[in-house]
């Protein structure tokens, strides 16, 4: 199974995002999947979760409100929308799948694949 994020960039405070994270492998078409990122010096962590139907969500309070995720299990595909975005949102931002599970994970144990992660940088 591979994870491929795309969609990153370097944009203005206030500005938008949409991040996609395409997964080859059956496996992960109906698992939870989750976005994290880590900030220099920061530790990993998690943004927004998805279960493997799509039926229920979760997201970090500090994105709460801006950020919204959502998937085409037809494509196997998540996105993130990142909106208003801050300077604190400036990481490296990861799409991660379960193995074989629907319920979401709240924190990076639960996941057992990983993408390469996409740099997002918001300015002042």
């Known amino acids: 199974v591979q994870l491929v994020e795309s969609g990153g960039g370097l944009v203005q405070a206030g500005d938008s995002l949409r991040l996609s994270c395409a997964a080859s492998?059956?496996?992960?078409?109906?698992?939870?999947r989750a976005w994290f990122r880590q900030a220099p010096g920061k530790e990993r962590e998690i943004v927004a979760a998805?279960?493997?139907?799509?039926?229920?969500?979760s997201y970090a309070d500090s994105v709460k409100g801006r950020f919204t995720i959502a998937r085409d299990n037809a494509k196997n595909t998540v996105f993130l929308r990142m909106n208003s975005l801050k300077p604190e949102d400036t990481a490296v931002y990861y799409c991660?799948?379960?193995?074989?599970?629907?319920?979401?994970?709240?924190?990076?144990?639960?996941?057992?694949?990983w993408g390469q992660g996409t740099q997002v940088t918001v300015s002042a």
């Open positions: 998805i279960s493997g139907s799509g039926d229920s969500t």
């Open positions: 991660a799948a379960r193995f074989n599970r629907d319920a979401m994970a709240l924190t990076s144990t639960g996941y057992y694949y």
């Open positions: 492998g059956r496996t992960t078409s109906r698992s939870a």
